[in-house]
């Protein structure tokens, strides 16, 4: 966008676009969200930022009236395969706080010099500016949510120190950490007093509209005692640096706003910038619906479902060394056959640590995988194989990825290994680095998806691969998805497997 194009947006208090960018105004010293029910400033006096951070170092205050910090993330993380786009989904991971700038530069293969000037000047802001925002955002999210105390907000935000911690927030809100929590607009949830783990409910920001069958492609998918999840919720386990955590959403369309509920059983605070990443990553939260749909009707095939399906979402991963591991035994088998296989495999993790509502396990380690799948996977032995190399892989190191990649880099790590090919590179490009412009083609429910609705569209099987659409092909698979589903459905009872999702899944 250009400015006059982000100019008429504030202009217009267009919502579309919080979190998307930040405007400043030199004669106010503060900056907003774009929807800012302050009167437009004028043109001359207005800078924009494509970063709370770079507004920051700036010299510029967040504004008290719209909270320019309370808002979703801008989808450009996922959309950027650039150094600046992989950073940014590093660093709201956490990585910088674990790992430093340092780590952060070596997992992107830069020195900490270059990383510092690419993303300064591609984002007006450095690495540690970036980070501190990002603590910055957390610490206000606890401060007006929960009741949780002042110096365990502080180190559960990433900061070092409290008294660091009530610099930045001064800086950055031009309130005490005490006023700030003032400006809670509704009740805070009670928080455990415990230091290392504790439990809150936290309301989760997105752009509307959000169409809940994301919860039942996580359900179908969901493994007993790891995961639980129905047409509004999900829930599981999951293993983070610092240790075990569980978390539950919940989503009540006829309640007002239609908010999106966390609540975390138990976390480690070192690690609760990471699981609020990963769980916004897991339901893409950060996503623009309007501008993914809009694209989407231009094809005549897709048109009827976004418009019965408005906002559609992609999935997620919260864990992508298991993301991996489920997409290689789900190859080439039906959904319900894949959860099966998963739920035998599953026996090789061990108990949570903090075990509660039905979820007691972890899934399993990659080196708890090569040390038990062989005797819990079934099928051909050649898929065993596969899968348990993959782990070996993992488990010593040799292969590293995650949420810092690009499309090339899972390319050049995965398709070396046995039994990984096209398809599954493209799936785990969708579901751990929000890849916006996969399509998967070889797929077999796509290709029944295109076929359930090419009758309805006359002429459009112009565009076989959907390239039309780009960059949010995606989001097309999805919709694909839910048609070959929906077909199944009408087709009668011959495969009840294959009526609660996606049928077959193929590799090239």
């Not at 418009?307 to 060394?321: K, L, N």
């Not at 495999?345 to 990659?366: E, M, Y």
């Not at 029944?448 to 099987?461: F, K, S, T």
Request: glycine share 8%; with cysteine; aromatic share 6%.
């Amino acid at each position: 966008m250009d400015f006059w194009q982000r100019y008429r947006a504030i202009d217009a208090r267009d919502t579309r676009f919080d979190g998307q960018f930040y405007t400043a105004v030199r004669t106010t010293g503060i900056y907003c969200r774009p929807s800012c029910p302050a009167r437009t400033p004028k043109a001359g006096n207005v800078t924009f930022y494509e970063t709370s951070a770079a507004a920051h170092d700036a010299g510029y205050r967040a504004c008290k009236r719209c909270l320019p910090e309370a808002v979703p993330g801008t989808p450009a993380w996922n959309l950027r395969s650039d150094i600046a786009g992989r950073a940014m989904r590093l660093i709201n991971d956490g990585v910088i706080n674990r790992d430093g700038v340092e780590g952060l530069a070596a997992r992107l293969g830069y020195s900490s010099r270059q990383l510092n000037r690419i993303l300064s000047s591609e984002l007006g802001a450095g690495p540690l500016s970036l980070a501190r925002a990002s603590r910055a955002q957390t610490a206000r999210t606890l401060l007006v949510s929960t009741s949780m105390k002042a110096a365990n907000i502080a180190f559960a935000a990433g900061f070092s120190s409290v008294r660091q911690f009530n610099e930045t927030i001064g800086e950055v809100f031009a309130m005490t950490p005490s006023a700030l929590r003032a400006t809670a607009r509704h009740h805070r949830a009670p928080a455990a007093a415990s230091v290392s783990s504790t439990a809150l409910t936290l309301n989760l920001p997105y752009r509307e509209p959000f169409d809940p069958g994301i919860f039942d492609f996580l359900a179908v998918r969901a493994i007993p005692g790891i995961e639980e999840g129905t047409s509004r919720s999900y829930a599981r386990t999951l293993r983070l640096a610092h240790g075990d955590a569980r978390f539950r959403v919940d989503h009540d369309a006829g309640a007002p706003g239609r908010p999106l509920v966390l609540t975390i059983g138990a976390v480690d605070l070192r690690d609760l910038p990471s699981l609020l990443s990963r769980v916004r990553r897991l339901l893409d939260l950060d996503a623009d619906p309007v501008a993914i749909d809009a694209a989407l009707t231009a094809d005549p095939r897709l048109a009827p479902g976004v418009a019965a399906a408005p906002g559609m979402r992609m999935p997620g991963a919260v864990d992508p060394q298991e993301l991996l591991i489920r997409a290689m035994v789900g190859q080439q088998i039906t959904v319900a056959a894949a959860r099966t296989a998963l739920v035998q495999l599953s026996q090789a993790g061990s108990d949570s640590t903090v075990p509660g509502d039905g979820l007691h396990r972890i899934f399993p380690t990659a080196a708890q995988i090569v040390a038990s799948g062989p005797g819990l996977l079934r099928g051909p032995q050649r898929r065993i194989d596969s899968v348990c190399g993959a782990a070996a892989a993992m488990a010593s190191g040799a292969l590293d990825f995650g949420y810092g990649d690009d499309v090339p880099g899972l390319e050049a790590k995965l398709l070396p290994l046995p039994g990984v090919g096209p398809w599954t590179v493209g799936y785990v490009a969708m579901r751990v680095i929000g890849a916006p412009d996969v399509f998967l083609a070889n797929d077999a429910a796509v290709r029944n998806g295109i076929r359930a609705l090419e009758p309805q569209a006359d002429g459009a099987a112009a565009d076989p691969d959907f390239r039309g659409l780009s960059p949010w092909r995606s989001y097309a698979t999805m919709h694909l998805w839910r048609a070959a589903a929906q077909a199944s459905k009408r087709s009668g009872p011959a495969a009840p497997e294959a009526q609660t999702t996606i049928l077959t899944k193929v590799m090239q």
